[in-house]
């Protein structure tokens, strides 16, 4: 281990997020801009990034996206919109209800291109049947906290929703559309991104109800009625979604390649335990301590460093009343799992600089982060049996704090064995 060694991890984590700024990938996927009437609509932590990215290419467009509060960026033409997430509010709501009105009356000649990242799924919102946002914001929050895996939240929001499941598409029918998409999803699958706005699901009401019956999930009457009535998720084959072309132009797979190459070229070996990795965010930790601690010992004097890397989406079962994220709650288990091992350092990190509500991307660990919590009076088992990771790595100042990183491909993790 060298004195860089927690400062190599900083840099291929932002070398992931850098290699995922739409302002680098977007355009070689962008046509030439078509003629006649053009709308631009997308949802999502990096779709204004992704707006200006095409007004770049395009010049001003007419249009409106939403984002998260803070992550605006600057257009000519595209309105952005900021809107709460992870749980919805009045202007993701108010903004929604604003996009479908702009792609009313859309004729065959007509084109649109839709931008949807990571975190449309809170950010599109226009609830189903007689829900009310107060009812969907309890429902999302429920959903966040139960530590179901993303796809099943998914499904769930998509019968709850007059947008997703390919329902934003159908509004703009029978406009061409092409849907430019930046996966933050395990198997970058389309119908995954942002709860598939411009996607059709073969799932069914029922499949929701067994999911909410097998995460706990409690939900009001009005939801249970939605459930019962015809809900408007298209099925693929649906003819309002013959024009559209869903294309996945940036993915975690590439961020964690050029994290690859960034440790190669700084002289360390690398293990890719893969991009789409899912599960209880301690239950993964312990998995990759053991991992880390057996390479370690079958690693002789001599050799270069090795570098585990992971991407995907870990979820957390809220039990305590801290506050955390799984990325947080992935090193801080990481950390008491490996107890000090001399030569082991880590960094957990979510690509688009919040790690579950926090504005905190992740955290780092090192041989020495047990010792700093006790010299700081803190326990790590008490914070993790607590949910408690982002006030632990607060405490001991190793949180990774980005700000907005104007993009998503979901998690980022790094093991650094000397």
């Given at each position: 281990?060298?004195?860089?060694?927690?400062?190599?991890?900083?840099?291929?984590?932002?070398?992931?997020?850098?290699?995922?700024?739409?302002?680098?990938?977007?355009?070689?996927?962008?046509?030439?801009?078509?003629?006649?009437?053009?709308?631009?609509?997308?949802?999502?932590?990096?779709?204004?990034?992704?707006?200006?990215?095409?007004?770049?290419?395009?010049?001003?467009?007419?249009?409106?996206?939403?984002?998260?509060?803070?992550?605006?960026?600057?257009?000519?033409?595209?309105?952005?919109?900021?809107?709460?997430?992870?749980?919805?509010?009045?202007?993701?709501?108010?903004?929604?209800?604003?996009?479908?009105?702009?792609?009313?009356?859309?004729?065959?000649?007509?084109?649109?291109?839709?931008?949807?990242?990571?975190?449309?799924?809170?950010?599109?919102?226009?609830?189903?049947?007689?829900?009310?946002?107060?009812?969907?914001?309890?429902?999302?929050?429920?959903?966040?906290?139960?530590?179901?895996?993303?796809?099943?939240?998914?499904?769930?929001?998509?019968?709850?929703?007059?947008?997703?499941?390919?329902?934003?598409?159908?509004?703009?029918?029978?406009?061409?559309?092409?849907?430019?998409?930046?996966?933050?999803?395990?198997?970058?699958?389309?119908?995954?991104?942002?709860?598939?706005?411009t996607v059709g699901d073969e799932s069914s009401a029922d499949n929701v109800k067994a999911i909410l019956a097998r995460w706990n999930v409690d939900v009001p009457a009005s939801v249970q009625k939605a459930l019962e009535g015809q809900s408007g998720v298209l099925r693929p084959q649906d003819e309002k979604l013959s024009r559209v072309t869903n294309t996945v132009f940036a993915a975690p797979?590439?961020?964690?390649?050029?994290?690859?190459?960034?440790?190669?070229?700084?002289?360390?070996?690398?293990?890719?335990?893969?991009?789409?990795?899912?599960?209880?965010?301690?239950?993964?930790?312990?998995?990759?301590?053991?991992?880390?601690?057996?390479?370690?010992?079958?690693?002789?004097?001599?050799?270069?460093?090795?570098?585990?890397?992971?991407?995907?989406?870990?979820?957390?079962?809220?039990?305590?009343?801290?506050?955390?994220?799984?990325?947080?709650?992935?090193?801080?288990?990481?950390?008491?799992?490996?107890?000090?091992?001399?030569?082991?350092?880590?960094?957990?990190?979510?690509?688009?600089?919040?790690?579950?509500?926090?504005?905190?991307?992740?955290?780092?660990?090192?041989?020495?982060?047990?010792?700093?919590?006790?010299?700081?009076?803190?326990?790590?088992?008490?914070?993790?049996?607590?949910?408690?990771?982002?006030?632990?790595?607060?405490?001991?100042?190793?949180?990774?704090?980005?700000?907005?990183?104007?993009?998503?491909?979901?998690?980022?993790?790094?093991?650094?064995?000397?």
């Amino acid at each position: 281990m060298t004195q860089r060694t927690p400062e190599l991890l900083r840099q291929m984590f932002q070398r992931a997020v850098d290699v995922a700024d739409p302002m680098q990938s977007l355009s070689a996927h962008l046509p030439e801009k078509p003629e006649g009437r053009v709308v631009v609509v997308g949802a999502g932590k990096a779709s204004a990034r992704m707006a200006e990215a095409v007004e770049a290419v395009w010049g001003p467009c007419e249009g409106l996206v939403i984002t998260r509060y803070g992550y605006a960026r600057p257009c000519k033409g595209i309105e952005i919109v900021e809107a709460a997430h992870p749980v919805p509010d009045e202007a993701g709501l108010v903004g929604t209800q604003r996009m479908l009105e702009l792609l009313e009356g859309l004729g065959e000649n007509d084109f649109v291109l839709a931008l949807v990242s990571g975190g449309a799924s809170a950010l599109l919102t226009s609830p189903a049947g007689d829900i009310s946002l107060e009812e969907k914001q309890a429902v999302n929050q429920n959903l966040l906290s139960s530590g179901a895996p993303i796809g099943q939240m998914n499904v769930v929001r998509k019968h709850l929703s007059r947008v997703k499941g390919g329902q934003l598409a159908a509004a703009a029918y029978p406009a061409k559309m092409l849907a430019l998409l930046l996966s933050d999803v395990p198997g970058d699958d389309p119908a995954e991104i942002g709860s598939g706005p411009t996607v059709g699901d073969e799932s069914s009401a029922d499949n929701v109800k067994a999911i909410l019956a097998r995460w706990n999930v409690d939900v009001p009457a009005s939801v249970q009625k939605a459930l019962e009535g015809q809900s408007g998720v298209l099925r693929p084959q649906d003819e309002k979604l013959s024009r559209v072309t869903n294309t996945v132009f940036a993915a975690p797979s590439q961020s964690l390649e050029a994290a690859r190459v960034m440790a190669d070229e700084h002289g360390c070996d690398v293990e890719l335990l893969g991009d789409a990795l899912e599960g209880e965010a301690r239950d993964v930790a312990r998995s990759h301590a053991e991992l880390a601690l057996l390479r370690q010992k079958e690693r002789a004097a001599g050799d270069r460093p090795l570098v585990l890397l992971s991407g995907g989406e870990l979820t957390v079962t809220r039990t305590g009343d801290g506050v955390g994220g799984p990325n947080a709650e992935y090193a801080l288990a990481l950390a008491l799992a490996l107890d000090g091992a001399e030569g082991i350092h880590a960094i957990a990190c979510d690509t688009d600089g919040v790690d579950g509500a926090a504005e905190v991307a992740g955290a780092m660990i090192g041989p020495d982060t047990l010792q700093k919590a006790e010299a700081k009076g803190v326990s790590a088992a008490k914070a993790l049996e607590n949910n408690d990771a982002h006030r632990f790595f607060e405490t001991i100042d190793d949180q990774v704090v980005t700000g907005p990183t104007l993009t998503n491909v979901n998690d980022f993790r790094a093991i650094w064995i000397d």
